[in-house]
Each structure stands twice: as structure tokens, then as C-alpha cells.
């Protein structure tokens, strides 16, 4: 890699990484009392996809082992925020899916969220925010293959 590309490459994932504490902290702070960011993710994910998933689905969708993904479900159900049950077609499989105490939870979380998300739109402008997801999800498709 040449100096320049290496620089450029160093800059990138300088600024990735600086955001990702950023929002990881202000997440912390606006979120429920006694929500994490995991949970708040799974809860967001179960919301938008509807139905079931097994924990194996969602440890592979947050690049997370399965061991972290049922730790996270484990205190998901223990909040009331989500029902686990087996798979009735196979007996090893469990199946995951939102409460309504879960969707009130995440509900709440998203308006607390809502003000920063509106603001940084607002702040960058909707085309360059339109702009900038394609390669974020390029990056982010290119880094989890690897």
C-alpha cells in the first residue's frame, strides 16, 4: 500500500471509529434506563423484520457468537421484552419474537433517539445523507467479510 493510500486508509477508519464512540456514548445517555445499545439493536431489528428469528439469525446479523446473542436475549426476556420459545420443527432451535412490552420499549427508545437523528439530517442535508448510506453499507458488507 503506498503512504498516501495507507494515510487515507488510517483517516477513514480514524473518523469511523470516532464517530462510532460518539454515538455509542450519546446513545448511552438517551436510551431507557436499563436499556443497552445491544438490546435496543435487537429490539429495532425484531421490530422492523416482524415475525420470528432464531437466535442464530440474529447473532449472524449482528456479527456477534451466538453465546453473546443469547446473553443479550436472556436479559430481553428477563425485561418482559421479548418471548423465546422453541421451534416446533426442531426441538435444538429456539425462536425469538418482540412483546408488546418489547415494542413499547423500543418505541420509546426510537423518541428518544428521534431529536439527535432529525438533527444530524438536518445539520449534513438529506442528499448528502442519501448519499453517504451506499457507501456505509458497502463498507460496513466489506468489513464482515472479512
Same mark, same amino acid.
Given at each position: 500500500? #503506498?503512504?498516501?493510500?495507507?494515510?487515507? $486508509? /488510517?483517516?477513514?477508519?480514524?473518523? *469511523?471509529?470516532?464517530?462510532?464512540?460518539?454515538?455509542?456514548?450519546?446513545?448511552?445517555?438517551?436510551?431507557?434506563?436499563?436499556? +443497552? /445499545?445491544?438490546?435496543?439493536?435487537?429490539?429495532?431489528?425484531?421490530?422492523?423484520?416482524?415475525? +420470528?428469528?432464531?437466535?442464530?439469525?440474529?447473532?449472524?446479523?449482528?456479527?456477534? #457468537?451466538?453465546? $453473546?446473542?443469547?446473553? #443479550?436475549?436472556?436479559? *430481553?426476556?428477563?425485561?418482559?421484552?421479548?418471548? %423465546?420459545?422453541?421451534?416446533?420443527?426442531?426441538?435444538?432451535?429456539? @425462536?425469538? $419474537? %418482540?412483546?408488546?412490552?418489547?415494542?413499547?420499549?423500543?418505541?420509546?427508545?426510537?423518541?428518544? /433517539?428521534?431529536? @439527535? /437523528?432529525?438533527?444530524?439530517?438536518?445539520?449534513?442535508?438529506?442528499?448528502?445523507?442519501?448519499? #453517504?448510506?451506499?457507501? *456505509?453499507?458497502?463498507?460496513?458488507?466489506?468489513?464482515?467479510?472479512?
Amino acid at each position: 500500500m #503506498t503512504d498516501d493510500k495507507n494515510t487515507l $486508509a /488510517i483517516m477513514l477508519f480514524g473518523e *469511523l471509529l470516532a464517530a462510532d464512540q460518539s454515538v455509542r456514548s450519546w446513545l448511552t445517555r438517551v436510551l431507557p434506563r436499563g436499556m +443497552e /445499545i445491544s438490546h435496543f439493536s435487537v429490539l429495532n431489528s425484531l421490530s422492523w423484520h416482524g415475525g +420470528e428469528r432464531s437466535p442464530a439469525q440474529l447473532a449472524e446479523t449482528f456479527n456477534v #457468537t451466538r453465546g $453473546a446473542m443469547t446473553n #443479550t436475549l436472556s436479559k *430481553l426476556e428477563w425485561a418482559g421484552y421479548v418471548h %423465546i420459545r422453541p421451534d416446533w420443527d426442531d426441538a435444538r432451535r429456539k @425462536m425469538v $419474537a %418482540i412483546s408488546p412490552a418489547g415494542r413499547q420499549a423500543r418505541d420509546a427508545a426510537v423518541n428518544a /433517539i428521534a431529536p @439527535m /437523528i432529525s438533527n444530524v439530517v438536518d445539520e449534513l442535508g438529506e442528499e448528502q445523507v442519501r448519499a #453517504t448510506l451506499p457507501i *456505509l453499507r458497502a463498507l460496513r458488507r466489506q468489513l464482515s467479510q472479512g
